[in-house]
């Protein structure tokens, strides 16, 4: 395949689907078709950049490899596992460069590590490789330098060290640090970033990165070939099941949204944020999607975490938590030109301090997953869950920003009422099944029914025959499938049925289905948010509508970029990726549209 040149295209960018993700459980590096890593942020996921050429193609930096003559590249995950090949080939030869972040072993090791393997396959290619490393989102003062021989950039306490073998004589420049070489057949080069934050860095032997290379990919092939899922569709399902592996933070057990920041809901717009954190809403799906992997380690972490997480906050729950549980998660701009000329660009995000009631019936709906997988509560957590539905009984009633996070004013969002009757019914069950205290059961189930009464009076259109986005509206949400998926039962029957037909027929494009068409406080629009789509495709498994959920997976599977990737969001017409990449939730509603399918006979 070709690879598209960034000069010819004028702004310097590489579209979002030549990029693979790469990492090991702390940190995430994006690496693009034509061999340059433009995403890394160090010491962890939410951490300021090293690499951030993707938000600032002049001035973010990167780590480029590729050969220096014209090439086409091919490239693929090694089968079932994070470590990314790619082959180029030139008039003159071919070479295939290995990319992977080495995963931690016990004993004396570098931080975080980065390796980049060149292998020559056939005849004389000529390589070219440069390290820019612009550190603290290309903010801090880099001093570039040598220790024992090795060049080495450092800011503050943090430290990034170039170690090469075979790869040409590393020359130091005043912010950048390169080198040459010719790739012969069957030679071997290697080139590894070694990190450090606050603490000695570690310069590794050439045997030592090797080994812990081929550590990495074991380690990865192990996990992958544990997943449970064994449906049509398993190819796709491990990849999701890598994917979110990437963005779960091993030292807690929260999952990211995404790996990166501020990427464009549109090209050129302003609805660029920050998913590096750990969304509440996302909690049901994650807890469901691991348990149906066949993943208890990692779904008990993720509870934990969630619980602890929210305890700093209790009763109240914060939209999202930053990785290492904290609250806080400020919104600033940094003085990037942003992907394609997308400003502002954010980090942090600002939803943090919303008011999102759909929330807490995540919360409640996670205990009970939890539950029913066999997990057991402890008399605080208890107690805390059911003083969470105490407090829906007392929020319910307000309006909130909804599960979109509008930036416009609160609304009586349809979901985040389904979502508190959610919190209720669970709460409900947990209690009758002696999990968690019952003394205000009697109140519960009262405001259960006072709220599937205000959405059949106020949230229900004749007209549209279906439920709408918001009180008193007459427009469409796909965030109303979530009734469908999550066991909504406080309405009339069959109204939840019309409404996954009627979001089908009206908020779909092709096999793309938008969030809404209304308002939300922003210019602009924006693409496909891919999750809507595999959410229908479990609306319609649910409804044992069997058939047409598994046609729509087929025609949302061939639009995953080739290493099995999602952005959040597609623009319909040109098919291009948009938003935050890779982006967990897409991951997870494939995964549960896949198991639901599974589960329906499909």
């Known amino acids: 395949m070709a690879v598209v040149d960034r000069r010819a295209s004028g702004d310097g960018y590489a579209p979002l689907r030549d990029y693979g993700a790469i990492g090991d459980g702390r940190a995430m590096a994006l690496v693009g078709r034509d061999g340059s890593i433009d995403w890394l942020c ?26 220096d003559l014209p090439f086409t590249a091919e490239r693929r995950y090694l089968p079932e596992t994070n470590v ?88 130091v420049g005043a912010d950048s640090i390169e080198g040459s070489f010719t790739s012969l057949g069957e030679s071997q080069a290697l080139i590894a970033l070694s990190t450090a934050h606050g603490e000695p860095l570690v310069l590794p032997s050439r045997g030592e990165v090797e080994a812990r290379l081929a550590a990495t990919v074991g380690f990865w092939r192990e996990w992958a070939a544990e997943r449970r899922y064994e449906g049509p569709w398993r190819e796709a399902v491990v990849r999701s099941a890598l994917a979110l592996k990437l963005l779960i933070y091993a030292p807690s057990g929260a999952i990211a949204a995404a790996g990166t920041a501020s ?117 605080d957590t208890a107690s805390r869950l059911a003083a969470t539905a105490d407090f829906v009984c007392r929020a319910w009633r307000l309006p909130d920003s909804g599960i979109w996070e ?43 029914e006072g709220i599937g009464r205000f959405i059949d009076e106020r949230c229900w259109s004749q007209t549209l025959g279906s439920y709408t986005r918001a009180a008193g509206e007459e427009g469409l949400d796909a965030s109303l499938l979530l009734g469908a998926l999550m066991g909504y039962a406080g309405g009339a029957d069959g109204r939840l049925g019309a409404t996954v037909e009627r979001i089908s027929a009206t908020l779909s494009r092709g096999p793309l289905v938008l969030r809404y068409a209304a308002d939300d406080g922003l210019p602009g629009r924006e693409g496909a948010f891919l999750a809507c789509s595999f959410w229908l495709v479990d609306a319609l498994a649910r409804q044992r509508r069997v058939e047409d959920a598994c046609a729509l997976m087929e025609r949302l599977l061939t639009l995953a970029s080739d290493l099995g990737l999602y952005a959040e969001e597609i623009e319909p017409e040109t098919r291009a990726f948009l938003g935050n ?19 329906a006979g499909g």
């Open 581 to 599: 990449f890779p982006q967990g939730l897409v991951h997870l509603a494939l995964v549960n549209a896949a198991a639901s399918i599974e589960e």
């Open 263 to 379: 990427l464009p809901e549109e090209l050129g717009g302003v609805r660029n944020w920050d998913y590096r954190y750990c969304w509440v809403r996302d909690s049901t799906f994650t807890l469901d999607a691991l348990l149906r992997l066949g993943c208890p380690g990692e779904g008990r972490s993720f509870f934990w975490w969630l619980l602890h997480a929210s305890q700093l906050t209790h009763p109240e729950l914060r939209v999202l938590y930053r990785l290492n549980g904290r609250a806080r998660a400020p919104e600033r701009e940094l003085p990037f030109e942003g992907y394609r000329g997308s400003r502002p660009v954010r980090v942090g995000n600002e939803a943090a301090t919303q008011l999102q009631l759909d929330v807490y019936g995540h919360l409640l709906a996670t205990a009970s997953l939890f539950c029913d997988a066999g997990g057991e509560l402890d008399r």
């Open 42 to 67: 160090l010491p962890d996921l939410d951490s300021p950049s090293v690499f951030a050429a993707l938000l600032d193609a002049e001035r973010g930096g990167r780590f480029a490899l590729a050969p």
């Open 406 to 448: 509008v930036r416009s004013e609160p609304l009586h969002f349809t979901e985040s009422k389904m979502m508190c009757w959610i919190a209720l019914d669970r709460a409900l069950a947990l209690a009758e099944r002696g999990l968690i205290p019952a003394r205000h059961a009697a109140l519960w189930r009262r405001e259960a």
């Open 84 to 171: 990314l090949e790619t082959t180029f080939a030139t008039g003159g030869g071919s070479v295939r460069v290995t990319d992977a972040m080495l995963l931690p072993e016990p004993g004396l090791a570098p931080g975080r590590e980065l390796v980049r393997r060149v292998e020559g396959l056939a005849g004389e290619v000529p390589m070219r490789w440069s390290v820019e490393p612009r550190l603290g989102y290309a903010g801090w003062r880099t001093r570039v330098g040598r220790r024992l021989g090795v060049p080495v950039a450092a800011a503050g306490s943090d430290a990034v060290a170039v170690s090469a073998w075979g790869a040409g004589k590393p020359r």
